[in-house]
């Protein structure tokens, strides 16, 4: 899979950032927006390591962005823009956390218990049998499993979705296993959070009020740590700001606003 999308003309001095780990092509939408103001870089991260993803989007970076850059993290994209940003500082003109999961454990333990409150019994008892499917190391081919479980995060995620067709590619379980597993790891150790001491660089949160990941979780750990921080909470909104009906506009006028 060929690793960098390009939207708009240079010079790219945005790029967009997607999550997962290993849901590549979800920005796709945000980064065509944008272009009509940028050029706009969307990576697509391959690495199975933290480090390596991290040294991917550097070199991606390098090669075609003009730095220092405005990075948009969504989801694990706004950890790893998070993590980058701490350790290659020069890169970075701007930071942009959109739907960040939590930088703290003890934040964290209420999202699959949201989900799983916002779907039905059928649902409920399928998500679980594929959160221990793709737990499975016996189990090899977990494309299917992975792309369903998707679908049902997303739903529980949404608040008032527009009916867009997915733009993202195919799922990479390999991809979310490893890599997530070092993510978290980093996040109960305190890493990820420490990390912040090193960023100087404006950072903004956005967030949705109706996103399982708490808000709390990304406003209070980085409010402590971070010397120019805001968090913009949009109201009636879920995990994907740019496919809700009540906030997309919203998101768009803020998003432009803060590159601009």
């Given at each position: 899979?060929?690793?960098?999308?390009?939207?708009?003309?240079?010079?790219?001095?945005i790029?967009?950032?997607?999550?997962?780990?290993?849901?590549?092509?979800?920005?796709?939408?945000?980064?065509?927006?944008?272009?009509?103001?940028?050029?706009?870089?969307?990576?697509?991260?391959?690495?199975?390591?933290?480090?390596?993803?991290?040294?991917?989007?550097?070199?991606?970076?390098?090669?075609?962005?003009?730095?220092?850059?405005?990075?948009?993290?969504?989801?694990?994209?706004?950890?790893?823009?998070?993590i980058?940003?701490?350790?290659?500082?020069?890169?970075?003109m701007?930071?942009?956390?959109?739907?960040?999961?939590?930088?703290?454990?003890?934040?964290?333990?209420?999202?699959?218990?949201?989900?799983?409150?916002?779907?039905?019994e059928?649902?409920?008892?399928?998500?679980?049998?594929?959160?221990?499917?793709?737990?499975?190391?016996?189990?090899?081919?977990?494309?299917?499993?992975?792309?369903?479980?998707g679908?049902?995060?997303?739903?529980?995620?949404?608040?008032?979705?527009?009916?867009?067709k997915?733009?993202?590619?195919?799922?990479?379980?390999?991809?979310?296993?490893?890599?997530?597993q070092?993510?978290?790891?980093?996040?109960?150790t305190?890493?990820?959070?420490?990390?912040?001491?090193?960023?100087?660089?404006?950072?903004?949160?956005?967030?949705?009020?109706?996103?399982?990941?708490?808000?709390?979780?990304?406003?209070?750990?980085?409010?402590?740590?971070?010397p120019?921080?805001?968090?913009v909470?949009?109201e009636?909104?879920?995990?994907?700001?740019?496919?809700?009906?009540?906030?997309?506009?919203m998101?768009?006028?803020?998003?432009k606003?803060?590159?601009?």
């Open positions: 899979m060929k690793n960098l999308r390009m939207y708009g003309e240079s010079p790219f001095d790029a967009v950032i997607h999550g997962g780990p290993g849901a590549p092509g979800e920005m796709a939408p945000v980064a065509r927006e944008l272009s009509f103001i940028r050029g706009v870089l969307e990576p697509l991260q391959t690495a199975t390591t933290v480090d390596g993803q991290v040294k991917e989007l550097k070199g991606v970076l390098e090669d075609n962005a003009a730095l220092p850059v405005t990075l948009i993290g969504f989801s694990w994209g706004a950890w790893l823009t998070f980058l940003t701490a350790r290659y500082p020069s890169l970075v701007k930071l942009i956390l959109i739907g960040s999961g939590p930088y703290e454990e003890e934040y964290a333990a209420g999202i699959m218990p949201t989900r799983l409150s916002r779907l039905g059928k649902e409920r008892a399928e998500t679980i049998a594929l959160i221990e499917s793709l737990d499975d190391p016996t189990i090899s081919d977990k494309n299917t499993q992975m792309a369903r479980f679908e049902l995060t997303s739903k529980a995620d949404s608040y008032n979705p527009m009916p867009l997915s733009e993202g590619l195919e799922s990479q379980p390999d991809i979310y296993q490893s890599v997530w070092q993510a978290r790891e980093m996040r109960i305190g890493e990820l959070l420490e990390l912040g001491s090193n960023i100087r660089c404006p950072v903004v949160a956005i967030h949705g009020d109706y996103d399982p990941h708490p808000a709390e979780g990304v406003k209070e750990p980085l409010s402590r740590i971070l120019d921080f805001r968090l909470l949009l009636n909104c879920g995990h994907k700001p740019w496919i809700e009906k009540n906030a997309r506009g998101f768009y006028a803020i998003l606003k803060e590159v601009a």
